[in-house]
Nanobody, 123 residues
Framework: QVQLVESGGGLVQAGGSLRLSCAAS????????MGWYRQAPGKQRELVAT???????NYAHSVKGRFTISRDNAKNTVYLQMNSLKPEDTAVYYC?????????????????WGQGTQVTVSA
């Protein structure tokens, strides 16, 4: 199994920065895309940024130009550098990893999630 452990959340003033980290451990074979999602109170979970194993990135329009996702495959870790934070960025941020496994000629994909880390941006 895969475990995702997040760190780096906290309280920051508008315009400030935070860097989130997520380290994968356990059965880390065939982990493909990794990413960050967030969920604000009363809102649905939404995609923030994703990064493939070949480091192709994708960002939500609301964070493009402010956030940067990166990964270190040797450490099985994905990062989210968040700059120019706004109060509307306040949410619980969740790390995600997609794992593909081929068993008996069939391909199976598993979704792994971190426990979530709180990011609060004050006005």
């Amino acid at each position: 199994q895969v475990q995702l452990v997040e760190s780096g959340g906290g309280l920051v003033q508008a315009g400030g920065s935070l860097r989130l980290s997520c380290a994968a451990s356990g059965t880390v074979f065939s982990i493909g895309a990794m990413g960050w999602y967030r969920q604000a109170p009363g809102k649905q979970r939404e995609l923030v940024a994703t990064i493939t194993s070949s480091v192709t990135t994708n960002y939500a329009h609301s964070v493009k130009g402010r956030f940067t996702i990166s990964r270190d495959n040797a450490k099985n870790t994905v990062y989210l550098q968040m700059n120019s934070l706004k109060p509307e960025d306040t949410a619980v941020y969740y790390c995600h990893a997609a794992q593909a496994r081929r068993i008996g000629g069939s391909l199976y994909e598993y979704d792994h999630w971190g426990q979530g880390t709180q990011v609060t941006v004050s006005a």
